[in-house]
């Protein structure tokens, strides 16, 4: 079964860090262009981060500079290591697989929540 | 503030044709394609409309999408209460260098 599950979420204090991880299974990650979409409490969708078959990683403006994409072939996994958070991160992160064939994001997964507060 | 525009909000019958617009801009929808996203109470998104009007295996021919300029809508036929969630337009933007949403329209079945 194609499957993504999110783990790593919580509570964390402003300017702290957290990693998220994102588990695939039925697919390969390293072969897909793979993404970061939040979700903040009550709001819509916001694309945080790609990174590419090739390895090349682009990120949304608001989180530039402080949170980095990345991926472990070994692991058949994707990973959001975040940095300096404010309580504007707080949101589901989800992580989702985008499919050039659809030209869309196909598979997602449930979703973990950061919370970031003082 | 999201760079795609939706209504907030929409409502019908069931058995009744409702339609969703997004609004957006040259860099976008203008140029690329859009897609549908589906989001029950709690659950995470579901990909429902690909490639401006294009239904993934599974899901039903009621639904059905289109684009014209700046612009694609979203039309749901036949109404049915498990059609009751939260709607999101989506494009690739050649000015962002990164896929834009749009602010979610909520579809209540009266």
């Known amino acids: 079964e194609v499957q993504l599950v999110e783990s790593g979420g919580g509570f964390i204090q402003p300017g702290g860090s957290l990693r998220l991880s994102c588990a695939a299974s039925?697919?390969?990650?390293?072969?897909?262009?793979m993404s970061w979409v939040r979700q903040a409490p009550g709001k819509g969708l916001e694309w945080v981060s790609v990174?590419?078959?090739?390895?090349?990683?682009h990120y949304a403006d608001s989180v530039k500079g402080r949170f980095t994409i990345s991926r472990d072939k070994s692991k058949n996994s994707l990973y959001l290591q975040m940095n300096y958070l404010r309580g504007e991160d707080t949101a589901v992160y989800y992580c989702?697989?985008?499919?050039?064939?659809?030209?869309?994001?196909?598979?997602w997964g449930q979703g973990t929540m950061v919370t970031v507060s003082s | 503030q999201s760079v795609l525009t939706q209504p907030p909000s929409a409502s019908g019958t069931p058995g009744q044709r409702v339609t969703i617009s997004c609004s957006g801009s040259?860099?976008?929808?203008?140029?690329?394609?859009v897609n549908w996203y589906q989001q029950l109470p709690g659950k995470a998104p579901k990909l429902l409309i690909y490639?401006?009007?294009q239904r993934p295996s599974g899901v039903p021919e009621r639904f059905s999408g289109s684009k014209s300029g700046t612009s694609a809508s979203l039309a749901i036929s036949g109404l049915q209460s498990e059609d009751e969630a939260d709607y999101y337009c989506a494009a690739w933007d050649d000015s962002l260098n990164g896929w834009v949403f749009g602010g979610g329209t909520k579809l209540t079945v009266l």
């Open positions: 990174i590419y078959g090739g390895g090349t990683t």
């Open positions: 989702a697989r985008f499919l050039g064939v659809s030209d869309a994001f196909d598979i």
């Open positions: 490639r401006n009007n």
């Open positions: 040259s860099s976008n929808i203008g140029s690329n394609t």
């Open positions: 039925g697919f390969t990650v390293s072969s897909n262009y």
